[in-house]
């Protein structure tokens, strides 16, 4: 008896294994052939937690890994295989391919705010939503000369308010803030708002909140299905509030829009939109773009986009004016030359001045606030030789590529010298995408190139800035929320003779 017991404990224990092996060859024998490398990941989670333990950057993750494993590499987010790409002759392999002109789908925003926008739409609902996105914004004038003044208007404003300060130290990041988001409003809204607006103090308020210092690992939620059913879980309900309260603004806006909206003479992005609307209604043609839910998310995108990447990267640029004065010496000299002092510069004024547009593209490739660009595999297919199968995010460090030893001498340094020739003539670096590339590649570069221009010239035209003297150094320091940002910080503005 003893003995049959012994079998049948042995005879358990072997089913066990052997199931326990069955299933290990089948999912190894069921996985796609020749992946890229990549390390192991916790069970379940995969490479999650590392993500989310990373204290200086998931983009320096991503660079230690490709560092290790080559340009290549693959990880695993609960269950969602990502592809991590290094530098730029892989990015542009994969990014010219059609098959990753799609983006990971947001899950808990589509949750909350169904939809279709510019971000986490893929396949030809997203070619359509570009480029009527690309169309309105071309007819209200965006990023042609004559938008040019709405941005210096704006400006000239955010100029009288710094010089309220009289040379006192101030934290610039709500100014910045309200100035640029004033220029996505005239777009979308046809208006601008007084800084003291309530209405405008929110809006802001729920746009800091939803792009926040946690906002750069929370984001990675949005892309993993298992996270759009633990909403209970902290990290994720904070998170979850933060974009129903913004899409609660968004809803508002409209709303407060509707009141005032002439649909017979569009004047912004919204009458635009629902001129377009009617139009097809009119006519009995449907249309995948012009639903009332897509306006919501495609008005949020563009606050979202065009509000935080500008005003972040010109708080870059006012920490290394600060750092560097005998740079800002020299860009205000090449401005005092080209306009004689008796005008505010212009945009036509660029070809004459190299030096400040140098110091403009090196703050953005120092600084590069959107350090990571993900896009997702919409069929199999191949990147240097390795299968992609389709559903795979694929992230590129752009920060990689700004920082490439190789490329660019003593990276770390800041040197505007890297986009001069030999004739101190500007030169464009290929290796420079502070915008991405590709399909996918920044639908607001040409509005975003006007406003760094037209406010950081006008600032440096008007002022002089200082690192304020109970500030012992000028810190580099970053967070990483939805945008690479440096900390909070406080300048002082001299106003110039």
């Known amino acids: 008896m003893e003995a049959l017991s012994a079998w049948r404990v042995l005879d358990a224990r072997s089913l066990l294994l052997g199931t326990v092996v069955l299933l290990v060859s089948y999912r190894f024998l069921r996985r796609p052939r020749n992946l890229p490398p990549g390390p192991w990941g916790w069970p379940i989670l995969g490479h999650l937690p590392h993500m989310m333990a990373s204290r200086d950057g998931i983009f320096k993750l991503f660079a230690r890994l490709t560092t290790r494993y080559g340009d290549v590499v693959r990880i695993n987010l609960v269950g969602v295989p990502m592809v991590i790409l290094k530098g730029l002759d892989r990015t542009k392999e994969a990014f010219s391919q059609y098959q990753f002109s799609g983006h990971p789908p947001l899950l808990l925003t589509q949750s909350i705010a169904p939809g279709a926008g510019l971000f986490g739409s893929s396949g030809e609902q997203w ?46 990041k709500h100014l910045f803030g309200n100035a640029v988001s004033n220029v996505i409003c005239t777009v979308v809204l046809g208006k601008r708002f007084q800084y003291a607006d309530p209405t405008f103090k929110h809006l802001l308020k729920v746009l800091n909140n939803l792009v926040s210092d946690k906002a750069g690992v929370e984001d990675i939620f949005e892309m993993m299905p298992v996270f759009a059913k633990l909403k209970m879980l902290p990290l994720v309900r904070n998170y979850v509030n933060a974009i129903e309260s913004f899409f609660r603004h968004i809803n508002l806006l409209l709303k407060e829009h509707r009141k005032r909206q002439n649909i017979d003479d569009p004047q912004d992005f919204i009458d635009i939109f629902l001129n377009e609307k009617e139009t097809k209604e009119r006519q009995g043609t449907k249309s995948s773009v012009l639903l009332p839910e897509n306006l919501k998310r495609i008005v949020g995108d563009l606050f979202a986009a065009g509000s935080e990447t500008t005003a972040t990267t010109l708080r870059w640029g006012m920490l290394y004016m600060m750092a560097h004065p005998e740079i800002q010496r020299r860009v205000q000299k090449e401005l005092d030359d080209v306009t004689s002092r008796n005008r505010l510069p212009r945009i036509s004024d660029k070809p004459e001045l190299p030096y400040t547009e140098a110091v403009l593209c090196e703050i953005q490739r120092i600084g590069t606030i959107v350090p990571v660009h993900v896009h997702m595999s919409s069929e199999d297919t191949t990147i240097a030789g390795y299968n992609i199968p389709k559903g795979t995010i694929v992230a590129t460090s752009i920060w990689q590529i700004h920082y490439d030893p190789l490329v660019w001498e003593e990276p770390e340094e800041f040197r505007p010298e890297r986009f001069l020739n030999q004739d101190g003539k500007f030169r464009p670096r290929l290796e420079f995408i502070p915008f991405g590339i590709g399909r996918r590649i920044c639908l607001g570069e040409h509005l975003a190139k006007m406003e760094l221009f037209i406010f950081f010239t006008h600032l440096l035209h008007h002022f002089t800035l200082k690192k304020p003297d109970h500030v012992p150094v000028v810190s580099f320091e970053g967070i990483h929320g939805v945008v690479w940002a440096p900390k909070s910080f406080e300048v002082s503005a001299i106003a110039r003779e």
């Open 127 to 172: 070619k359509e939503i570009r480029r009527f996105c690309m169309t309105v914004l071309r007819k209200l004038g965006v990023g042609k000369s004559r938008f040019e003044q709405d941005i210096s208007t704006e400006a000239q404003i955010l100029v009288d308010e710094l010089k309220n300060f009289n040379g006192k130290a101030f934290d610039p």
